[in-house]
């Protein structure tokens, strides 16, 4: 009994060694199927960021086609290459990311327009633009927002778009909204996005002012518009009489501290003013916003737009031009062409 015992006990602790041994050689399959896994979406990642590589130092070299580099990081190397096509207006880049200590590579080919730029600053498409539903709203005193052309260059535009029913209701109706439709909202379905990776671009910019407290500095000209970030409480006071280009008014990054616009006396702003998570939109006084103001949050939170006084805020498509200026100058060299197609 005690020698049959110990032959199925033996013979039991056989295959539960050839068990363990199957989990543990099922485990390492799996640990390596995810590794792999991992490195091919590394690779591909890489791949694309090699695009841009490609199209930087194409940028600072024109005569840079036709031409192999190598890019070393510290995941993995890309091989970027420029070569000119039969359009001398187009140019084709190849990417192929490698990694370290893998067999992983991902291959990206895409095709460029380099006699068309990317449009930087977004079409201006109403005079405010809500691009959150998370907001409170009121806009009185003798304050107007106006989506009509002035300029005869222009279509007219609605006043204020929001991004669905819920921000139109918000709104509500209000004769200070001129535009299509007149009184109320148009639902366009807005998104932050291109805005908040614009404010993402501009904001460690060279040229960039950050301008706080009561400022009586230049806001840029007709010829030389600039960059502002409004971080903390701004006061514009008389001795600015206009501005040029981009402004950018939003909560102060770690304090947390309100992001507030206080504009004083007969001021003029021709171009795009954001409103990038500031707790508070506060207009007050006799200041005229020529081109399109947007209202965006890229954290969830509550944005309080309270538009009062004398606050005009006048759509014009030709304020585009001194926004896409003033970027322009600050992202000349960062700039990306045109994406016609791209396959992997």
């Not at 295959?15 to 363990?20: D, E, K, P, S, V």
């Not at 109403?126 to 279509?155: H, K, R, W």
């Not at 606050?311 to 970027?327: E, I, K, S």
Request: glycine share 10%; net charge negative.
């Amino acid at each position: 009994m005690g020698r049959a015992m110990l032959i199925i006990v033996t013979g039991m602790l056989i295959a539960l060694g050839y068990t363990f041994m199957g989990m543990s050689n099922q485990r390492q399959a799996l640990t390596s199927q995810s590794v792999s896994k991992a490195n091919k979406a590394l690779a591909q990642n890489l791949a694309h960021s090699g695009l841009q590589f490609a199209i930087d130092k194409f940028n600072s070299d024109n005569s840079w086609v036709n031409s192999e580099s190598t890019v070393d990081l510290e995941d993995g190397s890309i091989q970027i290459e420029v070569n000119t096509t039969g359009n001398p207006d187009i140019i084709k880049v190849n990417s192929t990311a490698t990694m370290n200590g893998s067999d992983a590579e991902h291959k990206v080919v895409a095709r460029y327009d380099i006699s068309q730029k990317e449009n930087l600053v977004p079409q201006f498409n109403s005079s405010l633009g809500i691009a959150t539903d998370d907001f409170n709203f009121f806009l009185g005193g003798s304050s107007n927002i106006n989506g009509y052309d002035e300029t005869g260059q222009c279509e007219d535009r609605p006043g204020v778009e929001v991004k669905s029913s819920d921000g139109k209701s918000k709104v509500g109706e209000n004769e200070r909204i001129d535009g299509t439709p007149e009184d109320e909202a148009s639902i366009s379905g807005i998104e932050y996005d291109p805005y908040a990776d614009l404010v993402k671009r501009l904001e460690d910019q060279p040229q960039t002012e950050r301008i706080s407290g009561n400022y009586k500095g230049d806001l840029g000209t007709e010829d030389d518009p600039g960059i502002f970030f409004i971080e903390d409480y701004t006061k514009l006071t008389g001795g600015i009489s206009e501005g040029y280009g981009i402004m950018v008014v939003r909560a102060g990054g770690e304090l947390d501290l309100e992001g507030e616009l206080d504009v004083a006396g007969n001021f003029d702003f021709n171009g795009l003013v954001i409103f990038e998570n500031a707790w508070e939109m506060d207009a007050k006084g006799t200041p005229t916003i020529n081109g399109s103001v947007i209202v965006g949050s890229t954290e969830d939170q509550q944005v309080n737009i309270d538009i009062n006084g004398n606050v005009q805020l006048q759509y014009d498509c030709t304020a585009h031009d001194y926004a896409n200026m003033a970027a322009e100058k600050d992202l000349d060299a960062d700039r990306i062409y045109k994406q016609l197609s791209i396959y992997e």
